[in-house]
């Protein structure tokens, strides 16, 4: 029992790494044109990034069968994707993006730093440069401002040597 308890909390704690990696990596990667909707307005509840959720449900119920099938551990790490699918809806569509009928406004310390970590993710048009990748963990939000300027000063030295460039050219 304290070890099932145990595999369950880890492959909970493992999944944000994963969503870490795979929201950097993955969605603002080739999965792009899946992610894209999630950056940009939409009307009605659906967005084609849920694709992402149903992928993850597909991978803990299968985990789960496979651990009744016989393979005990692996019903446990199923459990610990569910829930973790389970959380990012209630915390990520509820309070972060505000999805459902009723807005609660992140009041908590905790929930108000990732809220405002995800509107810095968003603050960056398109796939490139962004920031804050977490789900449910978000670096303190002096940091991620940081990055952001960062992230922007270096957009702002490329453009200016694209500029610079483009006149060389036009003087030649």
């Known amino acids: 029992m304290i070890l099932h308890l145990a595999i369950f909390l880890c492959t909970l704690v493992a999944m944000e790494c994963v969503g870490f990696l795979a929201h950097k990596y993955v969605m603002h990667g080739p999965g792009w044109?899946?992610?894209?909707?999630?950056?940009?307005?939409?009307?009605?509840?659906?967005?084609?990034?849920?694709?992402?959720?149903?992928?993850?449900?597909?991978?803990?119920?299968?985990?789960?069968?496979?651990?009744?099938?016989?393979?005990?551990?692996?019903?446990?790490?199923?459990?610990?994707?569910?829930?973790?699918?389970?959380?990012?809806?209630?915390?990520?569509?509820?309070?972060?993006?505000?999805?459902?009928?009723?807005?609660?406004?992140?009041r908590h310390p905790y929930l108000r730093r990732l809220y405002q970590a995800h509107l810095m993710h968003h603050a960056i048009k398109g796939r490139r440069?962004?920031?804050?990748?977490?789900?449910?963990y978000a670096p303190p939000v002096h940091v991620i401002k940081r990055q952001l300027r960062e992230m922007r000063e270096s957009e702002a030295r490329v453009e200016d040597r694209r500029e610079g460039d483009f006149l060389d050219e036009a003087r030649g």
């Open 33 to 106: 044109f899946l992610h894209r909707s999630h950056h940009e307005p939409h009307l009605g509840v659906v967005e084609t990034n849920d694709v992402y959720l149903l992928i993850l449900a597909l991978v803990a119920i299968t985990l789960i069968v496979l651990g009744n099938a016989g393979h005990d551990p692996l019903q446990w790490v199923g459990a610990g994707v569910a829930a973790f699918g389970i959380i990012y809806v209630f915390v990520h569509d509820g309070i972060v993006h505000r999805h459902w009928p009723v807005r609660p406004k992140p």
């Open 129 to 136: 440069n962004s920031v804050s990748f977490g789900f449910l």
